[in-house]
C-alpha cells in the first residue's frame, strides 16, 4: 500500500512503523495537493503524469525560455483502475451515505467520481472528485486543528464547495465516460453480487 501511495504521488507516508492496517482509513497525514496527483491516476485509467504549476514560460519577445514535456508513465494496470472509477461513479452505491445530500454529487448528462472522508473529531473533511480530464480537491477545517463544530462531515462541509465548483466548471463541458471493466465471475457468490443463497442470508465466514 505504501508503495503504491508512494507511485501515484503521495509523499507524506514515509515514517514505516507508524502506519498498520488503520492506514486504509486514513491513519497517516497526506497533503491536499498530493491527494489530488493521486487521484489523477485514476481520472488517466493508471497513467501518472508529472505534477507541475507552470506549463510555459516566454520572454518578451514570445521565445520559450522553459516548458513541460508531458511524460506520461503507466503505473497501475488499467483494469483495477476501471474497477474503483466503476465504484465511486455508482450514483446507487452512494445514495445510502449522502442520503438528502445526493443531489450535490450528481451533474445531468457528467460521469464524475467521488470520494470523501472525515478524521477524527471533525478536524478534517475532504473531497475529491474527478472526471477523465479534471481532478478537484477540497479539504475543509480549521487552521488551528481544532475540531469543527458537531458534524462537521465531508458531506456537510467540504462537498458543498466541490459541488461549486464542479457545477460551474462542468456545464459547457461535453460528456466524458471512464471506460469499463472487464468483467469478473469468481465461485464465490457474494463476489458476484448474490447475498442470498438458497434464500438465506449468512454471515462474512460462510461467504469467505
Given at each position: 500500500t505504501l508503495k503504491n501511495a508512494k507511485k501515484m504521488g503521495i509523499t507524506t507516508l514515509t515514517e514505516r512503523s507508524r502506519y498498520g492496517l488503520s492506514l486504509a482509513l486514513g491513519g497517516?497525514?497526506?497533503k491536499l495537493i498530493d491527494l489530488v496527483n493521486?487521484?489523477?491516476?485514476?481520472?488517466?485509467d493508471?497513467?501518472?503524469?508529472?505534477?507541475?504549476?507552470?506549463?510555459?514560460?516566454?520572454?518578451?519577445?514570445?521565445?520559450?525560455?522553459?516548458?513541460?514535456k508531458d511524460?506520461?508513465?503507466?503505473?497501475?494496470?488499467?483494469?483495477?483502475?476501471?474497477?474503483?472509477?466503476?465504484?465511486?461513479?455508482?450514483?446507487?452505491?452512494?445514495?445510502?451515505?449522502?442520503?438528502?445530500?445526493?443531489?450535490?454529487?450528481?451533474?445531468?448528462?457528467?460521469?464524475?467520481?467521488?470520494?470523501?472522508?472525515?478524521?477524527?473529531?471533525?478536524r478534517d473533511a475532504w473531497s475529491i472528485g474527478y472526471t477523465?480530464?479534471?481532478?478537484?480537491?477540497?479539504?475543509?477545517?480549521?487552521?488551528?486543528?481544532?475540531?469543527?463544530?458537531?458534524?462537521?462531515?465531508?458531506?456537510?462541509?467540504?462537498?458543498?464547495?466541490?459541488?461549486?465548483?464542479i457545477k460551474e466548471v462542468l456545464k459547457d463541458q461535453l460528456l466524458e465516460t471512464f471506460p469499463r471493466p472487464e468483467p469478473i465471475l469468481t465461485d464465490k457468490p457474494i463476489l458476484n453480487g448474490q447475498y442470498l443463497i438458497n434464500n438465506e442470508i449468512h454471515d462474512l465466514l460462510y461467504y469467505i
Open positions: 497517516g497525514e497526506v493521486a487521484y489523477s491516476v485514476f481520472a488517466q493508471g497513467l501518472k503524469h508529472k505534477q507541475i504549476m507552470i506549463l510555459k514560460i516566454e520572454n518578451q519577445e514570445g521565445k520559450v525560455i522553459e516548458e513541460y511524460e506520461p508513465e503507466q503505473i497501475i494496470e488499467p483494469q483495477y483502475i476501471r474497477l474503483i472509477n466503476d465504484i465511486l461513479t455508482d450514483t446507487e452505491a452512494r445514495s445510502v451515505l449522502f442520503q438528502s445530500s445526493l443531489n450535490l454529487t450528481i451533474f445531468p448528462n457528467k460521469e464524475v467520481a467521488l470520494k470523501t472522508g472525515t478524521t477524527n473529531d471533525y477523465p480530464s479534471l481532478v478537484v480537491g477540497v479539504w475543509a477545517g480549521n487552521n488551528d486543528n481544532t475540531p469543527m463544530v458537531r458534524k462537521g462531515t465531508s458531506i456537510l462541509a467540504a462537498v458543498p464547495i466541490w459541488h461549486a465548483f
